[in-house]
């Protein structure tokens, strides 16, 4: 059974290199690999400019799973300092 199914919205992982990492769509075609394989099930994924884009199981994520290691810790509103440092030749 494949992991995700059409309308879900995910995001794309850096497992692989591609210029779609970290960006975020849903999926709208579901490829099944003829042998049952879910990992290797291929899913069309189109993000918010209507470009579509083939992407493998591994390659994605549910859009709206961010686990703690990845999660920020900063307090949404929160206020910060910045220093600016004098360039060096």
């Known amino acids: 059974m494949s992991r995700f199914k059409v309308g879900d919205p ?14 975020e769509g ?12 879910s ?15 083939v992407f493998y199981d591994v390659q994605l994520d549910h859009a709206n799973s961010i686990s703690k290691a990845n999660a920020s810790p900063v307090t949404p509103g929160a206020k910060f300092q910045t220093e600016t440092l004098p360039l060096t030749e």
């Open 26 to 37: 849903n999926i709208v075609e579901v490829q099944r690999q003829k042998q049952n394989i």
């Open 10 to 23: 995910i995001k794309i992982l850096s497992v692989v290199a591609t210029p779609f990492v970290g960006l």
């Open 39 to 53: 990992t290797l099930d291929r899913y069309i994924v189109v993000f918010a400019l209507g470009e579509k884009q």
